[in-house]
């Protein structure tokens, strides 16, 4: 079967799965949580794949480079990339709630400090850095770049460990390919068990929050329709429909699981079909992204909080909603790939502007709802970086080929 069928056919399947499990979990309540081990062993899998996906392939794209001082120009327009981007979410979700002011007049206050929040009510920076250093995917970035230069540096007499390595990775996606193939099933388990869990109180739930859950969805598709589109047009030259379509297995995925870090797999292999993209960009940029570059967990965060702000009759200033733009970006890069994690790191953007953290009370139970936008969002940012960052890598290149060889 040629790659652009299995892509197809997977596409396909995967956006029907999550639909099914969707209608299955309202049919079947709470009934549906039977099938949640199925979805459990399904992430499981795609967690462990990461981990020597993100080895190998690493390693063997900096191992080939030509030119290993690429690396420097190549993170710097990455980070550049992620701030760039981030920030511009933020914006969006802060003109966004100050027009639509969701959160005035609201009746419903909690006066409870939610519990998965309680335990973390001391977060704070040094927790933030403390999470990055830790996070299994930073670490396997690290040893891979530095297996990478060595063997580059080593380049004649590692020819033959290059090779192995390249096997590696080949044998690596070839068993990510036959594993896609259980998604379909795997993601419909997980929708289906998520939905079948919230039941009908989901509906009474949503409606208290109507209109804030309203103002993020709509802050986050402005974001990807039109903002990450812009520049993938200008920077990736690609019509960003296409990257879509190419891409939606990965978006799929994210929205059912709700984890940029388990997706990351199912991003690799939909982005490796995009020829543009080499694979020491796509090996870098996705895995890093994964951990650091979320824009619609930072929308998310900023638009939380100033609800939160609206909901209690705090007035906020200028100063304020400065120092929440900038604290909700770096609480997005603090958040972990993982369900719901942006809840517990929106404590950092509360108590940087004195928002009582009882506010979370009027969302948590929401938010594995939103959660998943925003982290299809999230794998969609990464995703257009990838190819944005690969053209304009490769345009440098062209222009100053002694700088970049
Ligand atoms: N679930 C998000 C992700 O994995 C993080 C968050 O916003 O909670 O990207």
Not at 337 to 363: H, Q
Not at 400 to 405: D, I, K, S, V, Y
């Amino acid at each position: 079967m040629t790659s652009k069928k299995y892509h197809l056919i997977l596409m396909y399947a995967i956006v029907i799965s999550a639909l099914c499990g969707v209608l299955f979990g309202w049919l079947y309540g709470a009934q549906a949580q039977k099938i949640s081990w199925i979805g459990d062993g399904f992430l499981n899998i795609l967690k462990a794949l990461a981990i020597p996906l993100i080895l190998f392939s690493l390693t063997s794209a900096v191992a080939s480079l030509k030119d290993i001082r690429q690396i420097g120009p190549l993170g710097g327009s990455t980070l550049f990339y992620y701030f760039l981007t981030t920030a511009l979410a933020v914006l969006t979700g802060l003109i966004l709630v100050n027009l639509i002011e969701p959160g005035l007049g609201f009746a419903q206050i909690e006066n409870e400090i939610p519990d998965k929040v309680l335990q973390k009510s001391e977060f704070t920076m040094n927790d933030i850095l403390a999470g990055i250093s830790a996070n299994l995917f930073i670490i396997l970035i690290l040893i891979s770049l530095s297996a990478g230069v060595l063997l580059s540096l080593f380049q004649k007499k590692a020819v033959k460990v290059i090779k192995i390595v390249e096997t590696l990775n080949r044998l690596t996606m070839k068993i990510l390919h036959w594993f896609l193939w259980s998604a379909p099933i795997g993601i419909f388990a997980i929708v289906a068990s998520k939905f079948g869990k919230a039941g009908d109180a989901f509906w009474v739930e949503l409606s208290k929050v109507a209109l804030y859950s309203l103002t993020v969805i709509i802050a986050l598709f402005i974001h990807a329709a039109f903002t990450l589109p812009l520049i993938l047009h200008y920077y990736g030259k690609k019509n960003p429909f296409q990257y879509f379509k190419t891409l939606l297995p990965a978006l799929g995925t994210a929205f059912s699981t709700a984890s940029s870090s388990a997706t990351l797999p199912v991003t690799i292999e939909s982005v490796s079909e995009e020829e543009d993209v080499p694979k020491s960009v796509s090996s870098f940029v996705l895995p890093l992204g994964a951990t650091v570059n979320m824009d619609g967990t930072a929308l998310y965060e900023a638009v939380a909080a100033v609800f939160i702000a609206q909901a209690y009759g705090i007035d906020l200033t200028i100063f304020q909603q400065v120092i929440i733009f900038f604290t909700a970006n770096l609480a997005a890069i603090g958040a972990a790939g993982i369900p719901e994690a942006g809840l517990v790191t929106m404590i950092i953007v509360l108590k940087a502007v004195n928002l009582p953290l009882e506010g979370i009370g009027l969302l948590i139970s929401i938010d594995w709802f939103l959660d998943r936008f925003r982290t299809t969002v999230n794998v969609w940012g990464d995703s257009v970086g990838a190819l944005a960052i690969a053209k304009y890598m490769k345009k440098k290149k062209n222009t100053c080929p002694h700088e970049l060889l």
